[in-house]
């Protein structure tokens, strides 16, 4: 089976433009979980997606917003960026609500200038 | 009550030492607890992972000890190879909300 699948690999904005970041779970994985990941904070959870609804959500403001699809695709915004949303954003697959083992995609590079 | 510390932040180990990483925990709801590798570029991949009702898991080379009174686990790495050098995070799993709560990340070199 194809891993975790992220698009794109890197992206540079500048502050106060929105960005669209895509992910493709393993197949017949229905939940799709989000990360921030930078150098002060470690991995952060932002939200949790099953059967295209939000089920968990971690303690990021309102810019950050995602969706699944029922291909269980998911994608995540970020609106009005910061300098501050630079960072490595990650996106964990697993098979469902019950199922411990989370696998990660390579991550999206978002640089904000 | 959600962290997890980890500790070292750095650590630089010979060819075939032992390395030794260590997480202590608070939330009692912590049911789950993974070890996690990152190479850089890549995205972490899950290691080895134990439940709290064992106190030892051991694959290969990789061990996890597990203190469920102090609320403490451990990453070992027997005859650690230069191959091992990745950042290394320890996670716990909350039962009441199933998020996963990392680690700092600890940086392992292994020099030949």
């Known amino acids: 089976k194809a891993g975790v699948t992220q698009t794109p690999r890197y992206l540079i904005k500048t502050r106060g433009q929105q960005v669209t970041l895509s992910c493709s779970p393993i197949?017949?994985?229905?939940?799709v979980s989000w990360y921030q990941q930078t150098p002060g904070q470690g991995l952060q959870f932002l939200f949790e997606?099953?059967?295209?609804?939000?089920?968990n959500k971690g303690n990021f403001p309102g810019r950050f917003s995602g969706r699944q699809f029922s291909n269980s695709r998911s994608e995540m915004n970020v609106s009005t960026l910061e300098l501050g949303d630079s960072a490595l954003y990650l996106c964990?697959?697993?098979?469902?609500?019950?199922?411990?083992?989370?696998?990660f995609g390579p991550g999206t590079r978002l640089t904000v200038l | 009550q959600q962290q997890v510390k980890q500790s070292p932040q750095s650590l630089i180990v010979q060819k075939g030492g032992i390395s030794i990483i260590n997480c202590a925990y608070e939330?009692?709801?912590?049911?789950?607890f993974p070890w996690y590798q990152q190479f850089p570029g890549k995205g972490p991949a899950l290691l080895i992972a134990?439940?709290?009702?064992?106190s030892e898991k051991k694959e290969g080379r990789f061990t996890i000890s597990f203190n469920k009174s102090a609320k403490q686990f451990s990453l070992h790495i027997m005859d650690s190879q230069p191959g091992d050098s990745a950042t290394y995070f320890c996670?716990?799993?909350?039962?009441?909300?199933?998020?996963?709560?990392f680690g700092t990340g600890t940086r392992l070199q292994v020099f030949p």
């Open positions: 964990a697959s697993r098979e469902g609500r019950s199922t411990d083992t989370q696998y």
């Open positions: 997606y099953f059967s295209e609804t939000q089920r």
């Open positions: 996670a716990a799993r909350d039962y009441n909300t199933d998020k996963l709560i």
């Open positions: 134990i439940r709290p009702d064992v």
């Open positions: 939330n009692t709801a912590f049911d789950y």
């Open positions: 197949s017949g994985h229905r939940s």
